[in-house]
């Protein structure tokens, strides 16, 4: 039989013990109270890049460890739409048709801008899309990028399911033009092995000519982290600008005392 000083101790380690498993369990649930898990499309990086760099420095100043999972162009929509993950990265606001489970954070990330690519020697004029159809010429866009889908011509359009493909088709001479958001067939040809890659000289990339803002989206579970969000990408835009002014006006200055 236990003394009463026995049993007080044995009483006081039970207790200990107790409050210590409750302090890990609180904290594993208070860790994954602030932890946000974000699907981001890996196929456009040109989109993604810019709008990820400024989310980790957003949710860092509110608090939480950003975790973000690349997945191809569909199923990260998919996936944030289906609650999946807290929200997707990045993308053009056209997805809130058939999203309709994704939050816009109102205020734009990024600007996708689309340019034309040709061959050399195709000499028309590609700067709108009312010009593009008016030229007779056959259009290829990756399959998925709406903004080209519904802008283009059907009975000229020919989609392709990877930007690989879309240079492979052009540089074959099996359409005329490809339309792709700006810089993206170069960022695909550089990740290509030396063995792979083929002859781009004769590719001449035109000047914008569309363009449309990019979204940061939550799933309508996080609606109250949205005017957060906004709130600290506004801030984080703002200091960014106020920079970039400050830096021409050292510049100005410098320029003036030479």
């Not at 106020?242 to 320029?255: I, M, R």
Request: hydrophobic share 40%; proline share 4%; charged share 20%.
């Amino acid at each position: 039989m236990l003394s009463s000083n026995e049993g007080s101790l044995l009483l006081a380690k039970a207790r200990i013990f107790i409050a210590a498993i409750a302090a890990s369990v609180c904290f594993n649930v208070c860790a994954q109270e602030k932890t946000i898990r974000l699907a981001m499309m890996e196929e456009v990086r040109t989109i993604t890049d810019k709008p990820l760099a400024t989310l980790r420095k957003v949710y860092a100043n509110l608090g939480y460890e950003l975790v973000v999972v690349p997945m191809p162009f569909a199923r990260s929509m998919m996936a944030a739409n289906n609650g999946d993950f807290d929200g997707e990265v990045a993308r053009l606001p056209y997805i809130e048709e058939s999203a309709k489970n994704l939050l816009r954070v109102p205020v734009a990330v990024n600007v996708t801008e689309y340019v034309p690519y040709i061959l050399q020697g195709t000499s028309t004029d590609l700067s709108s899309w009312d010009k593009i159809n008016a030229s007779g010429l056959s259009i290829g866009a990756r399959r998925g990028a709406q903004l080209t889908e519904s802008s283009v011509r059907q009975d000229r359009l020919r989609l392709v399911n990877s930007y690989d493909s879309l240079l492979a088709m052009l540089l074959l001479h099996r359409i005329d033009v490809a339309i792709a958001p700006k810089g993206q067939l170069e960022e695909y040809y550089l990740n290509v092995h030396e063995s792979n890659k083929p002859d781009i000289s004769k590719i001449q990339v035109l000047p914008v000519f569309a363009s449309m803002p990019v979204y940061h989206y939550l799933h309508k579970k996080n609606a109250a982290l949205v005017p957060m969000v906004e709130r600290e990408i506004k801030r984080i835009n703002s200091g960014q600008s106020e920079l970039v002014e400050g830096s021409k006006v050292q510049k100005t200055q410098s320029s003036k005392t030479q």
